[in-house]
Structures are given as C-alpha cells and as structure tokens.
C-alpha cells in the first residue's frame, strides 16, 4: 500500500509538470504571433501591433480567470450554457476540473491525477491563442483601444462558451463532434471573430486599387516573421502535445509521443506543400507562403494529431499547404484584406482539419464534423459582429485616414518600432 | 522494498528533471535580457551590449563553477561567512547540497532527493540573471572590459555571500527573512550594484540638458525588446517554478502549478497597469511601458509566487505595474541615467515583492522583510561601489566622449550591428 | 506486482516525455539556425536563407521519416549496410527501436523503456541539424532549388548511412568509436557536406581581391545572429542531454545532470577564449568571435560530456574557442568562403572533440577515434562531392552573377527581407 501511495504522487507530480511545460511551450505561442505580426506588417505599424499582443496576452489571462475557465469547465451546467459559478478566482485550486475529467481517464491508475492549477494554466494559454490570431488580420488600421475592448468580451465570453460546447462537456461534445486540440474551438473561433471584425472595419488604404488591382503590401521584417513561425512551430508541440491531457502510462505516453511526431510532419508537409505551390503560381519561392504552409498545416492536423501515421499527418498537412495558398488568393479577390493571412491560415484550414477528421477517426462523421464547425462558426462570427458592431457605435474601430497614413505606431503608442531605420 | 526502491529511483529522476528543465527556462532568460537590451539601447551601441550579455552569461557560469557556488552552498559556515570549500570545481557531483536540503522537505519521500548537478545548474543560471540587470543600466557608455572585471567580482562573490545569507542558511534566513525565488537576492541585489555603477559612471552624453530637461534617447529596435520580455516571461515559469526546488508528490506538484498560475497574473497584471498608467500619464499606449509592467509583475511576485490567490497574484503585480512607471520617471528626474529601467524594474519593484509578502504568508513580518532587504541592498550596493570604485581607477570605467558619440559598436567591438540598415 | 506494474508505466512515460522535451529542444535549434545564418549574411540574401532554413527543416523530417530512419536504425543489417524495411513510415509506432536498445540499459528497470515514436522524433531533429550545418556556408550564392535537391539526398541517405555505423550498431560502433551525441556523426558529417558544397561552388564575388587581399562582408543583422546562438545554446541542453537516451533512474538522472553541466560550461569556456583570442589578435571584442566561441564549445563537448569534470568541460570549450577563430581565418587563407563559419565551427572543432574524448573516456583509444572521424569524413565529403557534382551539371549550383550583385533574394524568392530599411 505504501508503494501504491508513492506511484499516485509520482504519477500526479509528473502529469502536473506535463502541463506545466507543454502550457509553457504554448505561452511561447503569443511570442510567436506577436513576431509573425510584427514582421509581415510595415514598420509605421509595428510598435502597435506589439502592444496589442502583449495587452492581449495580459487580458486573455484575467479574463479567463475572472469568467472565462468558470464558463468553459463549469461545475455543471446543460450542455449549452454552463452554471455560474465564479469560485475559481477566489479559490484558485478548489475548482479542480481534474476530478470532474477524471473518469473519462484509460490507463494505468484511474483517479484524480492532475493539479487543478495547472489546468487553467495550460487552458489559459489556449484562449489566448484564439485571440492572437485576431490581432493580424485586423492589423495596421484598428483603433489600439477598440481592440482591447473587444478582446475582454472575447476571452471572457465568446470563446469560453463554445469551448463549453465542446471541452466542457457541452451539446457539441455529446454529439460525437471530435476536435483534439482545437482546429474548430481554437482556430476557426479565432478566425470567425477576425473575419467580424475585417468586414466592418475595411481594407487598408491602398490595398485595392480603384480598377480592381490588388497590392502587396510587404511585410518590414521577415526574419521577425520567420522566427515567429519557428516560434509557433515549437509552441505547437505544446499545443497539440498537452491536449492528450494524461502521460503517465504507456498508452498515453506512446499517445503523446504520437502527437508530437504527427504535428511535425504536418508542418513539414505544409512548408512543402506551400512553397512548391507558390513556385507553381509565382515562379517564385516566395517564403511567406512556406510560412504559411507550416501554419496551415500545423492548424489543419490540430483536430486529429493521433490516429493518423506519420506519412497521413505529412498528407493532412500537405493539403493545407496548399489550401492556404489558394485561400489567401481568394481572400483578395473577395477584397478581405488580412494582412497576415490569419482568416485563411486558421479559418480555411481550421476548416478543413475538422472535415479531414473522419478519415482517420471512425469515432467522427462528417455530420457531425460539419455541425460542430458550423455551430463554432456561426456562434464565434456572429457574437463577434455583434460586439464589434457596438464598440464600433460607442467609440469607433479604425484610426483617421491620416493616423493610418503616418501609421499607428506615432498616433496610438507614440513612439516608433524602428526609429533609426526607416528611409523617410 | 523492490518497489520502494523504484519509486526512489523515479521520484529522484523526475525532480533532478525538473531542475533541470526549469534551469534552461532560467538560462533562456540571458537571451531575453539580451534582446531587450538590445533593442531599448540605439543601434550604434548594440554590438557592444550583445557582446556584454553572452560574455557575462559566460563569466557567470565559470566564476560560479571556481567560487560563486561553494560560497553560497558550503558545506559549513556561521551564518555570515561560509567555511572556504572549492571541491565543486574538481569534483563535480561529490558536493551536492541536495543531501544538506533533503531534511527541509515535506513530502512522500524524504531523502536525498536530486541530482547535484542539477542543483549547481539551477543555481548557476540565477547569477547570471542578476549580472545581466546590470548590463542595462550602464549601457552605452561603459568600457567593455572594465564590465567583464565587475562581471567576475559580482558572481564569483558579491551576489554569492548574499546569497548564503539567504539560501545558502545564514543568517537571514534563520532570521526569517522570506524570499521565494528571489526579489531580494537576485532582482534587488542586482538593481543596487547596477545602481552603484550608474552613480560612479553619470549619465549618458545628450540625457540630461543644460536646464534640467530630459531628453527621451528612443530605442532601436522595438520587436526585439518584446521579443526579449516574452522571452523573460517565459523563462520566468523557471525562475519561479523552479524554486519550490520539489515536485514529486501530490502537495508539491500543487504548489509548483501554483506558482506557475501566479507568476502569469502577475505579469499580466503589470502589463496592464502599466499600459494604462502611461496612457494617463502621456496620453498614448507607450509599448515600453507595457514591457516594463510585465517585467515589474514578474520581480514583484518573485518573493512570494505561492501563497496568493490567482487574483492576488494580479493585483501585486499591477501594483507593480504602476509603480514602475513612476520609479522610471523620478529616476529621470533625480538624474539617475537608466537607458533600459532597469533599476526601477528590478531594485524598486524588487523593494515592493519583499514588502508585500507578509500580507500572504504568515510566516514573513515587515520588520525581518525590511531587515533582509536593507542587509541586501545595502552589502550589494557597498561591495559594488568599492569594486566599481577600484575598477575606474585602475581602468577606467567610462569610455571617451568621441566614442561615445560614435558609438561603442565600432570602438569596442570594431563591428557595427546593423551595417546596412542606419541613416547616418 | 501491481505496484511494479505502476512503476514501469511511469518509467516508460517519464523517459518518453525526456526524449520529447529534449526532442523539441533540438527542433528549436532549427530556429537557431536560421536565425544566426539570417544576421550573418547580407540584408539581400536573408529572405533566401531563411526559406532555405525553413524548407530543408520540412525536407528533413519527411526524408527521414521516409527513408532515414530505417537506414540509421534498422530491424537488421550487417554492420557496413543496414536490411531495407520501409514500415516505419506506414506502421508508425511498430518499428520500435527503443526494445533492440533497451537490453543495453543499465539501470533499475530493464525492458522496453520509451516510445519508438518519441525516438523517432528525437533522432529526426538531429538530421535536420546536420543539414543546417550545410546552409550557411553555401549562403548567398547558391541556386535555392539545387539545395533544396542536395537535401534531399542528405536528409535521406548520406546522413543516415554514416549514422547507422556508429548509432545504428554498425562497425564504426563495433570497433569501439565514441561519439555521444555527434561530434562526428551530425557535426563532422555536415561539415563535410558544406565542404564539399563550397568547393564545387566557389567563393562570393568579391570576398577574395586579385590580388590576394581578403575583404571582411559584414553581416546585416548581429542581434539576430546573438539570438540565434543563444537559441543554439538552449538548444543543444535537448541535443547532448538527450543523448543520454533514458534518464529513469539515480544513476541516469545524475548522468543527465552532469550531461547538461558541462554543456553549459564548455559554451562558457568557448565565449571567454573567442573573445579573448579575438582582443588579441584583431585588438577588439569582436562579438562574432564570441558567438563562434560559443558554437565552437558547444561542438567540442558534444562527443564526450558525460565524463569530464566540470572545470574539464570547461576547458574543452575553452580550446574550442580558440581553434575556431584560426580556423576561420585559416578557411579565408585558403579562400574556402563560408560566410557564416559553418566548416569552421562544426568541422574542425568537430575534429578535435572527437580526438579530445580519449582523455576523458578510457572506452575511447585515439585509433579508434581517428578511424571513426576518417570515416565520416570520407563518406560525407565524398558522397556529397558526387552528388553536388551532378545536381552542378544537371541543373547548376550557383545564381547568375547579375542575380548575385542583385541578392538572390529577389531572384529565387520574389520579395525583400526588410524592404524598409536597406539604403539603396
């Protein structure tokens, strides 16, 4: 009996650090979108797109504490809207969703195996996520302080309740809807909410011409954005790796380390994927496509990183390399203008890797698949345009003509990224 | 008993592991001190503030290795000098201070508990984090190589004796002085002797003007600088985390979950008080001041991350958040030239994490938190002033007016850091 | 029986999660990489380097899963060529290297001890380090495409097969050769592959005079290098700490510890003699000395840091940082022109941490040392001589001189890296 006391600690000590560290590792991610951003955006816009990434980091996490973790993992709740309980802030470890999730655990021991602490670490960095990729499609003309607003009632209210729908135990997930780690809850919520926010706020100045051309607007730093690609690449491991939930036997160690290898040939797949298509329609290698393969494949093999084998993961990712590149092309035409990309790297393709979940996971069917993304969608798009609508009516969401003209970085922040390099 | 031995043979895996991996979050902090140094310095000066941060990172590993460590962790002492002990260097694992702390844990299992290398590893990485606060604060004007001399002295001696004072068993600690994982010893200990090198060196050529103005001398390279808080941010979940020094049981895994949660809220509580103090103070979202509050949220919790609520937690670091920016301010006014804020960061918030630990653990008293924090603050100031004192004589510390002027790139270093890119 | 049951669950998870973190350590060295290559070469080759970084990292882990891993660890072989057995890539997990290692283990459990996928992902990270090694030295001016092809082939097979003769069990492992984590297998091995490069491709225009003068090209981004090597030097904890291949038990863990000590303080050693030898040879502190002294430690440690002291490792690193800056200038001497000191670093500080090991280790005679980095060497050099020569007649190695005085960047990627900030 003593040694069985001692294998319950070791085995919660070691799930808890694996939380720990894959949270860490996802942490790492809003460093990683904050350096994608500020690269791919001009440099007159920089410093503000790098507030609003660390302020948006810094919202996401006392949001979620004050509402957002109390309405995805409630104490109970109907399935489509959770209890109110608002212990966890006061309480901190009291609320311990470990236990309620407990049961659900196959393995070698079979109780309450984690510090509740350390799973609203590791969910709290997630919401966080969702919220980033707002931040670079919405980038170089959105008022720095409408996006604050929006970014309370994001990480307290729109995303937790469809997380609830799913990761809670809501209607979503009684439904059979499968989403290992978030290419719907995560990616597409994210996306939806950007792509609210672009429609009313309108393209950059400049970005489509009077006849119908579209300019490229390049990015000021693309070593930024590809150390923020790497960045997200690293983070994911953590993202998709952690979303396993337990390690501590061999059957979910062998799950994780499953996890893991699929995630890399996803990206792998993508950067190829990418960069060969851009050749195809560019002539060109144009890297911000390889960087946006590895992302989309990354996103697109977020919904299902176990079942497949590694040369399915590699495929999964592929696909999305070069969805990604056909969808930003297309995001043009239809004058969405995204300067990162983000609505086709995690809409699109968030899209795409919940409908690809059936193949690999008998457990998923395409209804199912499309009702979960459908819902996801038209809950985190329409919450969104609603919120937006009315931090646009109360205090307006895109800077003067002229403040975009000189760029953001001045009017809102008041300072200058760059202030000895740019050619003025 | 087969069983047991196992269960001994893991639980010592899995806490020297632990070390371990909380030591490389502590050693990538050297990277984010250096990137934020770097892009707060201007861009003719940051060769030689790149050069600095890995030299000491450098330095701090081999003068810790030879003395810092056997001063810190001897295995003997009175409390105010430990017995002289240089067998780490030669015999590596032979002295391992695991053994001398194993009867201070409360836990499953009681014994020697961890590798001592991964103790020396731990603890090797924190010196350099006090070392790399000074680099900031006398950046842009300090001969190089008069730095790497103070670099020796402080690791190898001033931060080690205050150290054991502390955690090395002194007399501070048997006192009941309580600081966590270092407001105190590392952050405050290294804002004072930067604070003495600063007053003996003056401010920068151009700072100060003839009637008292201030002139703000702007940073290069913004990206970089966030890119080096996230970095310390991340890294900190080591620094913090890695403190409670156990997690092999249910108990410990807790509370090192814990701490990770409020390091977070601290930060994140700084980020935002400090955005929205320089938005009333200055009328506009200043981004160093948002980096600076995450950085204050972090050294303000540092003394006590694990007996405050998550909101707790918040609320220390957004007091932290605030104060910073109104310690840059009055350092500015009272001519104390701080290119990077780091004594303001590191020294006054550092003051606050001390003082404020009472309030949640019942174990601290005002009087024994004061009490360390002068003894601190008064040994490291002291020593660094003698040390900074001897070095100028016999040296020199500051370098010419014309190379200052020009630049310390070309002078030190003979290279530029960014030969293409600035207008001159 | 239970609790054994227990423990062996935990074991094999505690091991599978070491090899994963550590695995996603060395993924991060991808990141280094390109980083370091990126801040070293000129603004309008950056773009270029860094989709090379970014591909060959995605080219990598598809190669390997394809064919490189059952060529360096297959189910049979004899010893010179491995059995072919390509189930790894359809079967996942089934290819289990881990149960042919596992009866090597010496420790408190003795059976199967991780997951076969976790190996996987941790040796597939080691590949793309050695193909890293490759793309600096052959920076701005070689054809993006040929590269991409030479990866392939690298990636695939040349990497692999000289992999499977010391790691795979093969005869360089069989006659006693010691390399623990690569200073011949990953560090030579790529060396030689850019050797072979830059012969065949010649230096960049301009960097060697008509008349035998040798011109400094300073390279456009230094934070971005410092980055990169601190990324390295995180890194490469994952790297040699990994190598230790289990981690479970007291003897392990300690061996992991005293692993990742003398990492750290042979890249010490290795900054401090860099930029020591620098100041006295060129009379300044030439940071990018201290960044290859760095490297140049970190390489020499990598065959054996496991069995000298502390202070020894020290030293190692120590003669590493000052082979490497006259190997760089010896490289210049003898016009090989590798603009990032690629060949230098890896290859001739991989040549003396493999000849360094015998004092250290007695397993290690400086026969079989010798013997092993001959080998290596030859094969590497010449297997990519043959296939750099007919991707060179097939298609060309080398951009056009006009595409070179342009940046390859606009000719093989279509876009700038900082279209801002160059002054043209």
């Known amino acids: 009996m003593e040694a069985i006391e001692g294998i319950k600690n070791l085995s919660y000590a070691l799930d808890t650090f694996y939380f720990l560290i894959t949270g860490a590792l996802v942490m790492w991610m809003a460093a990683g979108f904050a350096m994608l951003e500020a690269g791919l955006v001009r440099s007159k816009n920089t410093a503000e797109i790098l507030t609003k990434n660390i302020v948006l980091f810094a919202i996401a996490g006392i949001m979620y504490m004050l509402m957002g973790y109390n309405i995805m993992y409630p104490a109970d709740g109907n399935g489509y809207f959770?209890?109110?309980?608002?212990?966890?802030?006061?309480?901190?470890?009291?609320?311990?969703?470990?236990?309620?999730?407990?049961?659900?655990?196959?393995?070698?021991?079979?109780?309450?195996?984690?510090?509740?602490?350390?799973?609203?670490?590791?969910?709290?960095?997630?919401?966080?996520?969702?919220?980033?990729?707002?931040?670079?499609?919405?980038?170089?003309?959105?008022?720095?302080?409408?996006?604050?607003?929006?970014?309370?009632?994001?990480?307290?209210?729109?995303?937790?309740?469809?997380?609830?729908?799913?990761?809670?135990?809501?209607?979503?997930?009684?439904?059979?809807?499968?989403?290992?780690?978030?290419?719907?809850?995560?990616?597409?919520?994210?996306?939806?909410?950007?792509?609210?926010?672009?429609?009313?706020?309108?393209?950059?100045?400049?970005?489509?011409?009077?006849?119908?051309?579209?300019?490229?607007?390049?990015?000021?730093?693309?070593?930024?954005?590809?150390?923020?690609?790497?960045?997200?690449?690293?983070?994911?491991?953590?993202?998709?790796?952690?979303?396993?939930?337990?390690?501590?036997?061999?059957?979910?160690?062998?799950?994780?380390?499953?996890?893991?290898?699929?995630?890399?040939?996803?990206?792998?797949?993508?950067v190829v994927a990418g960069i060969l298509t851009a050749r195809m329609l560019f002539g060109k290698a144009d890297l911000t496509m390889a960087l946006n393969g590895a992302l989309a494949g990354l996103v697109a093999i977020t919904a299902e990183p176990l079942a497949p084998t590694p040369i399915g993961a590699t495929l999964i990712g592929a696909v999305g390399g070069v969805l990604v590149v056909f969808a930003i092309i297309t995001m043009d035409k239809l004058k969405i203008d995204d300067p990162v990309g983000a609505i086709s790297v995690h809409g699109v393709v968030g899209i795409f890797g919940l409908m690809v979940v059936p193949i690999f996971n008998t457990d998923a069917t395409y209804v199912t698949q499309a009702t979960g993304m459908a819902v996801i969608f038209a809950w985190s798009f329409g919450a969104s345009l609603v919120t937006w609508g009315i931090i646009k009516m109360v205090m307006g969401i895109r800077v003067s003509a002229e403040e975009e003209y000189e760029g953001v970085d001045i009017g809102e922040c008041g300072l200058e990224a760059y202030p000895e390099f740019t050619n003025k």
Not at 121 to 141: D, K, L, N, P
Not at 176 to 204: N, T
Request: proline content about 3%.
């Open 82 to 270: 959770p209890a109110i309980d608002l212990s966890f802030m006061f309480g901190g470890s009291e609320n311990v969703p470990a236990e309620v999730l407990a049961t659900d655990i196959k393995g070698w021991y079979d109780g309450s195996y984690y510090s509740g602490m350390s799973d609203f670490f590791f969910q709290m960095v997630f919401v966080a996520t969702a919220m980033s990729i707002v931040s670079g499609a919405v980038a170089e003309r959105m008022k720095l302080w409408a996006f604050m607003v929006f970014a309370v009632v994001m990480t307290g209210f729109i995303y937790p309740l469809q997380g609830y729908w799913k990761w809670g135990g809501g209607f979503l997930d009684a439904m059979g809807f499968q989403d290992f780690a978030g290419s719907g809850v995560v990616h597409l919520c994210g996306a939806a909410a950007a792509l609210a926010g672009v429609l009313l706020l309108g393209a950059r100045k400049g970005k489509y011409g009077p006849n119908g051309e579209i300019r490229a607007i390049p990015g000021a730093n693309l070593p930024m954005a590809t150390l923020g690609t790497f960045i997200l690449w690293m983070g994911w491991f953590g993202f998709n790796g952690g979303s396993e939930l337990i390690l501590s036997n061999v059957g979910e160690a062998n799950a994780v380390a499953a996890v893991f290898v699929n995630t890399n040939m996803a990206a792998a797949g993508g």
